[in-house]
């Protein structure tokens, strides 16, 4: 009766409805599911940030509507982490652009560059966003796959000549997910250079920068020398801050890039709650007292499940950054994940949903606590 768009058509299909299904029929029997397969942290938002948002809801001129670009003094606590954090200087006024949560921002990019026709560079596995962005823009996405062998960096000698001719964005995403790979200076300098040559934007996500381990702190890809020439970056304050929920993150970078995104943005939205951004603002300016205890909590997890995994003998690179691990487990990844489930109760993510490169891998978050991820690896140990 209503059909939907062509453009709804060309989205890949909700590859974990099965799964879901699953684990609610497995959950109606009564079974104790232990769900390892969201992004999404179990941790509260830390308390002085709930505090500031409070205040700010009893101001008044924060129940209007807020401006386009974003609160100025949110743009500047912006400028200031990034100088802080990565000796990178941005301009306040034309270098940063708030967002309704990095997603938001990503999935508009392309409207305002892409053309029919146009290629996107998109990795595999990844987050799902970049492919369906991209379609709605109307390019074409080509696939850089993210393997093993090549440390789940694209093998930039791969892409074609006459693809390279014709694209218009190269989506990377390091601290990664799905496969938490960091990327390397070397590699973006690669990237720099190959944008140069080609004239197409770089678009980085580093929604994991801080959620690193080891005290090895991923960098920036506007650290490197010509950056900011070719590219933005997107930041997400959701996983640096426990913050999913309250939808805020940015974009910083090449003004013009910015000055596209918020064009299309003015059509479309109209900004992100004040008192959001007021509570966001106090997150970054006091990002070194705030972050140190978050990754100290997932790193007695990464270490606890290393321990089980290790033992398992399952195939996987110990995570540096993000709160995944991603796990050799053969072939068919959803028969896998279903049978994982239906013996004991854990929720893990077939690779494959995160693109066809991603099958023959799990994706395994340690978004839970030390005693249900125990729980769950102990079952996962009795079940194999
Ligand atoms: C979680 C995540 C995001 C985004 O989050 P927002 O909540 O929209 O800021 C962006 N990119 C990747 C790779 C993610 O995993």
Request: hydrophobic share 40%.
């Amino acid at each position: 009766m209503f059909e939907v768009a062509h453009r709804l058509k060309e989205i890949p299909p909700y590859l974990f409805a099965e799964l879901d299904r699953l684990k609610q029929e497995i959950q109606n029997k009564g079974v104790d599911v232990i769900d390892l397969g969201v992004g999404d942290p179990d941790i509260p938002t830390p308390k002085p940030i709930i505090e500031i948002a409070k205040r700010a809801l009893e101001e008044r001129e924060n129940h209007r509507y807020p401006t386009y670009k974003g609160m100025l003094s949110f743009r500047r606590a912006v400028a200031s982490w990034y100088k802080r954090r990565f000796n990178v200087e941005l301009d306040a006024e034309t270098e940063i652009l708030t967002l309704i949560g990095s997603k938001e921002g990503i999935a508009h990019l392309p409207l305002a560059f892409v053309n029919n026709g146009d290629i996107v560079l998109v990795p595999s596995p990844a987050y799902p966003v970049y492919a369906p962005a991209t379609y709605f823009a109307g390019g074409t996405p080509y696939t850089m796959p993210l393997l093993e062998e090549n440390d789940f960096l694209p093998a930039l000698g791969d892409i074609p000549e006459d693809i390279l001719g014709k694209t218009k964005i190269m989506f990377l995403n390091y601290p990664n997910n799905p496969t938490s790979a960091c990327a390397t200076e070397d590699f973006y300098k690669d990237v720099v250079s190959l944008a140069k040559t080609h004239n197409f934007i770089v678009a980085g996500d580093n929604a994991y920068s801080e959620l690193y381990f080891d005290n090895k702190k991923p960098i920036s890809f506007l650290e490197i020398e010509g950056a900011k020439e070719v590219g933005v970056e997107f930041h997400s304050l959701s996983k640096t801050f426990n913050m999913t929920g309250w939808r805020i993150g940015f974009t910083v970078g090449n003004s013009e890039i910015i000055e596209g995104l918020g064009r299309v943005k003015t059509n479309i939205d109209s900004g992100v709650f004040q008192a959001v951004q007021e509570a966001g603002r106090e997150a970054l300016n006091h990002e070194e007292e705030i972050t140190p205890a978050i990754r100290g909590i997932y790193e007695e997890r990464r270490d606890l499940v290393d321990e089980y995994l290790k033992k398992l003998g399952f195939s996987y690179r110990k995570p540096e950054a993000t709160f995944y691990f991603w796990i050799k487990v053969g072939k068919d990844s959803t028969s896998f994940a279903k049978s994982l489930l239906e013996r004991c109760g854990v929720v893990v993510t077939p690779g494959v949903g995160f693109g066809k490169e991603g099958e023959g891998y799990i994706r395994l978050s340690i978004t839970q606590n030390k005693e249900r991820l125990k729980e769950a690896m102990e079952r996962i140990s009795y079940a194999l």
